[in-house]
């Protein structure tokens, strides 16, 4: 049973740390890739600092193989003199100095082998954190676009819907209340022709527009004869 407890308590604090992760994952990585950052820059600056012992043990180099050779001139000089303890005495000096030379060459080799596995790192470490950089601009758009979506209403795409409607409804309205004024402007019309027509046609002007009860009992005797 205490197995058990202690198995469950395990889970839930391993849930409750990934929980808490993924809810703050994007501080997280800004914060991973700002230490990345750093590091890179570091790690250029060490870059710096080896090249630059590289640079001084080349001088170093440079100024050996000057010193040998001014010996190596001076020692022949001797010799053509007869001065062999001089000549014995340049030859010592330039085997020191060749000595030096040697170390000198092995940790100049030993330096370029150095900067070009470190500038190899930094420049994939570059490449790396610069892809981090690019998936970071793309995760942070999403999270502006996600709380965004977050911020608007539930009922929004109904509301939407509802006033579409509503619309629909306020066109067919004056639709309808157009249809009735232009029959209503063409029933005054009629009626006012119709009028004048009428009042001409009592005036004597033109055929009577009805039969009159003069002209109804005259059609009935002629029927009934």
Same mark, same amino acid.
């Given at each position: 049973m205490f197995k058990m407890v202690t198995t469950l308590m395990r889970g839930r604090?391993?849930? %409750? !740390?990934e929980a808490f992760a993924?809810?703050?994952?994007?501080?997280i990585l800004r914060q991973q890739l700002r230490d990345a950052a750093d590091g890179l820059e570091k790690?250029?600056?060490?870059?710096?600092?080896v090249m630059a012992y590289a640079a001084r043990e080349r001088q170093t180099a440079a100024r050996i193989a000057g010193q040998i050779g001014d010996l190596e001139t001076r020692a022949m000089d001797a010799i053509r003199q007869g001065r062999d303890d001089l000549a014995t005495e340049a030859a010592a000096a330039i085997a020191e100095l060749e000595a030096e030379q040697a170390a000198v060459a092995r940790a100049i080799a030993h330096y370029d082998t150095e900067i070009r596995g470190l500038r190899e790192? !930094?420049?994939l470490a570059g490449q790396r954190l610069r892809a981090l950089q690019r998936g970071k601009q793309i995760a942070d758009a999403c999270d502006r676009t996600q709380k965004l979506r977050g911020t608007m209403p539930r009922g929004f795409p109904a509301s939407l819907r509802e006033a579409e409607e509503t619309l629909e409804r306020l066109r067919s309205r004056q639709e309808h209340a157009e249809e009735v004024e232009? %029959?209503?402007s063409d029933l005054s019309v009629d009626t006012s022709a119709g009028a004048t027509a009428a009042r001409m046609a009592a005036a004597g002007c033109g055929a009577p527009l009805r039969? @009159? %009860?003069?002209?109804?009992? @005259?059609?009935?005797?002629?029927? %009934?004869?």
């Open positions: 604090s391993h849930d %409750a !740390v993924d809810a703050n994952a994007l501080s790690a250029k600056r060490a870059v710096a600092v790192q !930094v420049g232009i %029959a209503l039969p @009159d %009860a003069a002209q109804v009992l @005259d059609r009935l005797r002629a029927q %009934a004869h």
